[in-house]
């Protein structure tokens, strides 16, 4: 009797983890939601001309905006993996989709008003629109996401041509220039970024599922709580940062 109850306790604690939060993951999706933050308020500084930075070209900045996407990405694919192991569906999917699918739609606007010429047609939001599913319908690819992720990511430096340059079809990613818009990330090298997140949170949860179930160090819960809520984040930051530089410069 003894045996079957810490069975049971054991089977019950599994179960509490497969749907309990995973904090620690949120924890760092709130490290990319704060280090974007950062950079995008550097950026608004640099567009009122209160810094002179070039945010386009100088490795510094560009670099940082590597990291903090693929850090985007790689964390969506792994709570892909979350996902599919809780047996989430199609229709809790799609409402999520939605949700990013209309805040993409949001931005494009919002650009086009702020930067006509360079407005935003398929940025991070976009990406993940596109990309989730790409995903969603790949997972049962196995540890050959590891290969395609791979290859994803290479794509682009070994294939480009002209074709994919215009705003109809650079979203693809295999564009022989950057196009001039004030976000870009498309399908390709992406992809790759999120199947490896989504292979990787498969082997985490087979085989060191703690790596994600454990508790957080003190003092950084905050990080997981606001990567719980990052898309609601994302959507409000800017206007929030745009508003109090716009402020301050009224006062000044």
């Keep these: 009797m003894a045996g079957l109850s810490k069975a049971r306790s054991s089977s019950a604690t599994s179960a509490e983890a497969r749907v ?8 760092l999706r709130g490290v990319a939601i704060v280090w974007m933050a950062l950079f995008h308020f550097c950026f608004d ?15 510094f900045w560009t ?9 985007f990405m790689f964390t969506a694919g792994v709570g892909q993996a979350i996902a599919l192991q809780q047996g989430q569906g199609w229709h809790r999917f799609w409402r999520r989709w939605a949700q990013i699918a ?16 360079s407005f935003i047609s398929f940025g991070v939001l976009h990406g993940f629109a596109v990309l989730l599913i790409l995903v969603r319908l790949s997972h049962g690819a196995g540890a050959w996401l590891w290969w395609a992720g791979a ?8 294939i480009q041509h002209v074709w994919f340059d215009t705003r109809w079809t650079n979203w693809i990613g295999l564009v022989t220039r950057k196009p001039i818009t004030e976000d870009y990330a498309p399908v390709l090298p992406w992809l790759g970024v999120m199947w490896w997140g989504l292979a990787s949170g498969r082997w985490i949860l087979n085989r060191h599922p ?3 179930t454990g ?12 990567g719980r809520w990052s898309l609601s984040f994302y959507m409000l930051h800017q206007p929030v940062l745009i508003g109090s530089l716009l402020l301050v410069a009224a006062l000044r």
Excluded: E
């Design 63 to 71: 670099a940082q905006r590597a990291v903090i996407v693929s850090l």
């Design 215 to 226: 508790s957080l160090p003190r003092g950084i819960g905050g990080l997981a709580l606001l």
């Design 151 to 158: 290859l994803a990511i290479v794509m682009p430096q070994l």
């Design 102 to 117: 209309a805040c993409a739609i949001l931005v494009s606007a919002g650009s086009a008003v702020m930067f006509p010429k």
């Design 20 to 27: 309990g939060r995973f904090d620690r993951l949120d924890a």
């Design 210 to 212: 703690a790596w994600l």
């Design 45 to 59: 500084l640099g567009h009122f001309k209160l810094i002179q930075q070039n945010f386009y070209t100088d490795p």
